[in-house]
Every structure is written in C-alpha cells, then in structure tokens.
C-alpha cells in the first residue's frame, strides 16, 4: 500500500511542481511586488511602501475608468454573446436538414485568433478604405472613423467581440441542448404545451447547469480583454476603449512601473474571483 501510494505521488510530483513554477510562484511574487516600489530600471533596491500602490490606483481616475469600462464591456458581451448562442442553438438543434453545414460554419469566427481577428476587422473599418465604410457609402450613410470616434470605438470593439465568441456559446449550448430527454418534449407536446412553455419550463431548466458555465467561462475571458484593445484603438480616444488589462499593460510593461502595475493585476483577480464565486453558488444552487 505504501508503495502503491509512493509511485501515485512520484507520478504526480513533476504535474505538481510545473503548477507550483507557472501559477503559485507567479502569483506569490506578483502580490509581494505589490507592496514595493518596484520600478524595473532603478538601480537602488525595490523598498517595501505597504499599500500605498493600491490607494494611488483607487485614486486614479483613469484606473476608475478602465474598470468601468472593463465591467460594462463584461455585462454587454455576456449577456448578448449568451443569449444569442442559446438562441442560435435552440434555431439550428430544431432544423431538420442543413444542421452539420451550420454547426461548422459558425464556429470559424471562434477558431480565429484575437490578434487575427483584430487585425481583420482593423482593415474593414478603416474610415479610408474599409469595406464596411464602402458599404455605407452606397446607402449614402457615412463614412465614419468606427476606431477613433469616441462615440463608436467601445461599441466596435464590443461588436467584433459578439462576432467572435457567440459561436464559443452556441457551441457549449448546443451540447447542452443534446442531453436534455426527449420523452419530456413528447410528454409536453400530447398535454399541449406550447413551444415557449416548452422552452421555459423544460429546455431551460436542463440546460441552467451549462448556461452557468458559459456565463462563467464568457466573464472570466472578457476581464482579459487586451488584444483587440490594444491593436485596435490602444485604449482610445480618450480612455474610452481602456481596459484593466490595457491599464496594466501601460503601467507595468511599457512604464516599467512593476510594483505599481502588480497591485492593478491583484486588484483585477479579485474582482474576477468575486463574479466567478457569485456565478459558481449560483450555478450550485441551481443544480441542487
């Protein structure tokens, strides 16, 4: 038994340490820089300054507003990418013909890197030569500067976003949507249950389990959100794009300001911690 239990550890034990290396260590390191003066190109040694890293970021009003955009940009991508994947599901899982055709073209946006994404969309918004801009113009509408227009960069950036990652939901929905028991859709159908009552008090109550992880999944990738930010307005116009992430980035990475840009990154995982133990006991409570 012991032996047994020795070779179970030993086969454990290099998984075990490459997690301790590329997770513990980071995050242990990254949280004590927190507290310094870390700045990269000093000579002097960094100097333990408490929390005064995260009551200059409270203060800062452009880290305000990289949180608020960061928080709005989550609630809009979530709720649109979730609905229109649970909705584009229950349309092609009802189809009779033309299903595996479907399923494959909509996943093509979802395989696409984000920088490939980006760089894609850059090109068919530009306000010069664009094609979406070409399109308007034959409408008589335009053309507008999608990227650099304040009114319009978040919602672009939100709009490509949709694009991308609704099929990542529609994906996981339509597994949902397989499991659920077709003797229940029968029984519905010979007591006259019309389709949205259906809907609503057979299909959505199987499928909760998996619209909590998607909603889980979606709100932990969108407090992310750096590559298209940063290709395609770099936080602009006037930190109306500004992201967390985008934010660290600029205080970390391209001001070298480490210990400052390490306090921003803890502040970020715990608001994500925060949303995901909320969506986890919801998700809990659901299934219980």
């Given at each position: 038994?012991?032996?047994?239990?020795?070779f179970?550890?030993?086969m454990?034990?290099?998984?075990t340490l490459?997690l301790?290396?590329?997770t513990?260590?980071p995050?242990i390191?990254t949280v004590?820089?927190?507290f310094t003066?870390?700045y990269?190109l000093?000579?002097d040694?960094?100097q333990f300054?408490?929390f005064?890293?995260?009551v200059?970021?409270i203060?800062?009003e452009q880290?305000?507003?990289?949180?608020?955009?960061t928080?709005?940009?989550?609630?809009?991508?979530?709720?649109?990418e979730t609905?229109?994947?649970?909705?584009?599901a229950v349309l092609?899982?009802?189809m009779?013909r033309?299903q595996?055709?479907?399923?494959?073209?909509?996943?093509i946006?979802?395989?696409?890197?984000?920088?490939?994404?980006?760089?894609i969309w850059?090109?068919?918004?530009s306000?010069?030569?664009?094609i979406?801009n070409?399109l308007?113009h034959?409408?008589g509408?335009?053309?507008?500067n999608?990227?650099?227009d304040i009114?319009?960069?978040f919602?672009a950036i939100l709009?490509?976003?949709?694009?991308?990652w609704t099929p990542?939901a529609?994906l996981l929905l339509y597994?949902g949507?397989q499991?659920?028991?077709?003797s229940?859709?029968e029984?519905?159908?010979?007591d006259?249950?019309?389709?949205l009552h259906i809907f609503?008090?057979?299909?959505l109550?199987n499928?909760?389990p998996?619209?909590?992880?998607?909603?889980?999944?979606?709100?932990?990738?969108t407090?992310r959100?750096f590559d298209k930010?940063n290709i395609?307005?770099g936080?602009?116009?006037a930190?109306?794009?500004t992201?967390?992430?985008q934010?660290i980035?600029?205080?970390?990475?391209y001001?070298?300001?480490i210990?400052?840009g390490a306090?921003?990154?803890v502040?970020?995982?715990?608001?994500?911690?925060v949303?995901?133990?909320f969506?986890?006991?919801?998700?809990?409570?659901?299934?219980?």
């Open positions: 038994m012991a032996s047994k239990r020795g179970q550890w030993a454990l034990a290099p998984v490459l301790i290396c590329v513990v260590f995050f390191y004590t820089n927190s003066d870390y990269y000093a000579s040694a960094k300054i408490g005064s890293n995260y200059k970021i203060q800062d880290f305000r507003q990289a949180v608020w955009n928080l709005k940009f989550m609630f809009l991508a979530v709720s649109i609905a229109l994947g649970l909705g584009i092609i899982e009802s009779r033309g595996k055709v479907l399923r494959i073209t909509m996943l946006p979802s395989l696409l890197p984000p920088v490939t994404v980006a760089l850059q090109m068919m918004l306000n010069h030569n664009g979406v070409h308007l034959w409408f509408v335009g053309p507008f999608f990227l650099m009114n319009i960069a919602n709009f490509i976003d949709i694009w991308q990542f529609f597994a949507l499991s659920v028991p077709r229940q859709f029984a519905a159908k010979v006259g249950a019309g389709k609503f008090h057979i299909t109550p499928i909760m998996t619209l909590f992880m998607v909603i889980l999944l979606r709100t932990i990738d407090f959100l930010v395609l307005t936080g602009g116009p930190n109306s794009t992201t967390i992430t934010y980035y600029k205080q970390g990475v001001n070298l300001q210990g400052y306090a921003a990154s502040i970020m995982v715990m608001l994500v911690l949303f995901s133990v969506y986890i006991k919801r998700s809990m409570g659901g299934t219980a």
